[in-house]
């Protein structure tokens, strides 16, 4: 890649990063209320995200004999922990150490 190729790269990353945080500011601005399909997808795309994101993790695990038990282990201990403290980060967090620690020392 010539200089010229890395600086016109650059400035596309840049450009399509700032216009899509730029643009749902300027299309909806602070006194203006959104339309209600957008307050709709506010609503479920996290949720619709997060459970497509657990469901493509798990879709290459193997739930026979030893394998699948760290996996669903894990996500027990996400579940419990999200319960009890209500923090996404620390849930995802712990579970994904936890799952770690299981896969390199107990099921390696």
Do not use: C
């Not at 890395?6 to 209320?33: D, N, Q, W, Y």
């Not at 795309?45 to 994101?53: E, K, N, Q, R």
């Amino acid at each position: 890649m010539t200089k010229f190729q890395s600086i016109i790269t650059i400035f596309a990353v840049v450009a399509g990063t700032m216009l899509t945080r730029f643009l749902p500011f300027i299309l909806f601005p602070e006194g203006k209320t959104p339309p209600k399909y957008i307050s709709y997808l506010g609503t479920v795309l996290p949720y619709a995200v997060i459970g497509f994101l657990v469901v493509y993790s798990l879709k290459d695990a193997v739930f026979s004999q030893f394998h699948g038990i760290p996996e669903m282990i894990s996500i027990l201990l996400i579940l419990f922990l999200h319960k009890w403290r209500k923090n996404t980060l620390l849930s995802i967090g712990a579970g994904t150490a936890f799952y770690m620690y299981l896969i390199q020392t107990w099921f390696h």
